[in-house]
T-cell receptor, first 113, second 114 residues
């Protein structure tokens, strides 16, 4: 069935280094969302991308949606200890049930101060 | 203060017992969802409901049941038929409408079956 693959599974960085996580879908997506889950917490919505080739920025975070709408990335510039957590992408199919998201397995980011 | 509440935060049950997890939202959202999260795994959809008195199976519905008698409530029952019920359970809700259907998550219930 439909899958959203996310890599890497884990990433350990030194504070100040950059971080990127990638998502790939086996089929074309109508949109993709990104969530962050802090340790011991619940997922919190970060952003949604809808258009082919879309790029959105939130301070040090840059989100991209591929031209074919099959892949996406999240890039964090100059990581801080507050960035620690697991980042999930979640894609929605064309014609899929309303709100039925397919989540990637997430990338767990740890930041060494 | 609007949001989603799940209770309890931690739940322990003996094997063979059914257990019901509560989920309540006061966001006036039409859609509600139940996910299961295991260590190192993403969120897997158990059931979802887009309107009162209607719900659909997700990817891993076997061994679970739900009801949606009120807009604000979507309880999940983990039955004894669920072979590996120990997990972190997350409830979420969203508005209807494409494509702006950001999901709001509750704090989760960590279920341990002994």
């Amino acid at each position: 069935g439909q899958q959203v693959m996310q890599i890497p599974q884990y990433q350990h960085v030194q504070e100040g280094e950059d971080f990127t996580t990638y998502c790939n879908s086996s089929t074309t997506l109508s949109n993709i969302q990104w969530y962050k889950q802090r340790p011991g917490g619940h997922p919190v919505f970060l952003i949604q991308l809808v258009k082919s080739g879309e790029v959105k920025k939130q301070k040090r975070l840059t989100f991209q949606f591929g031209e074919a709408k099959k892949n996406s990335s999240l890039h964090i510039t100059a990581t801080q200890t507050t960035d620690v957590g697991t980042y999930f992408c979640a894609g929605q199919n064309y014609g899929g049930s309303q709100g039925n998201l397919i989540f990637g397995k997430g990338t767990k980011l740890s930041v060494k101060p | 203060d609007g949001g989603i509440t799940q209770s309890p935060k931690y739940l322990f049950r003996k094997e063979g017992q059914n257990v019901t997890l509560s989920c309540e939202q006061n966001l006036n959202h039409d859609a509600m969802y139940w996910y299961r999260q295991d260590p190192g795994q993403g969120l897997r959809l158990i059931y979802y409901s887009q309107i009162v008195n209607d719900f659909q199976k997700g990817d891993i519905a076997e061994g679970y049941s739900v009801s949606r008698e009120k807009k604000e409530s979507f309880p999940l029952t983990v039955t004894s038929a669920q072979k590996n019920p120990t997990a972190f359970y997350l409830c979420a809700s969203s508005t209807q409408g494409v494509p702006y259907n950001e999901q709001f998550f509750g704090p989760g219930t960590r279920l341990t079956v002994l």
